[in-house]
């Protein structure tokens, strides 16, 4: 059976138990969960005082607000994780996006010197022509 006693605030407490002995808790229907492995040690719920029903009921509450907030946690962890997995996706698709526009710059200068290329081919060849005729007017008139 857990006490308790008012203590003055100034003073400090140390509160010490044993469930090995409890004869307390093997009643299925006060069963409550002794423990939160992913919460700190001062955020455990301490067992209540069974002869208090406000002592139960505020376990109850703590067990309760301990288990939302160790579910937090967890969604916390996983929302940071599911962060971490767009962050990169954004990289990839920034870094798609860079090698399209680097794609897209590097088509448009090819096309250019392209038409370029065509237009002194054009330019050439009707030069040819105007050569290759001069030069059977030549051979004509010889």
């Known amino acids: 059976m857990i006490t308790t006693a008012r203590v003055p605030a100034d003073k400090s407490v140390q509160i010490a138990f ?4 409890s004869t307390e808790l093997s009643d299925p229907d006060n069963s409550f969960p002794l423990a939160f492995p992913d919460l700190d040690q001062q955020l455990q719920p301490l067992p209540p005082c069974h002869a208090s029903m406000e002592s139960v009921q505020v376990f109850k509450d703590h067990c309760k607000m301990a288990k939302e907030f160790c579910d937090v946690k967890k969604e916390m962890a996983l929302l940071e994780e599911r962060k971490k997995k767009l962050m990169a996706e954004l990289d990839d698709d920034e870094k798609e996006n860079l090698d399209a526009a680097r794609l897209e710059r590097e088509f448009r200068e090819l096309a250019e010197e392209n038409q370029t290329l065509i237009s002194c081919h054009n330019h050439y060849s009707e030069q040819l022509e105007i050569l290759r ?10």
Not at 133 to 142: D, I, P
């Open 18 to 21: 044993s469930l090995n002995d």
């Open 133 to 142: 005729v001069q030069n059977q007017k030549r051979q004509g008139s010889s």
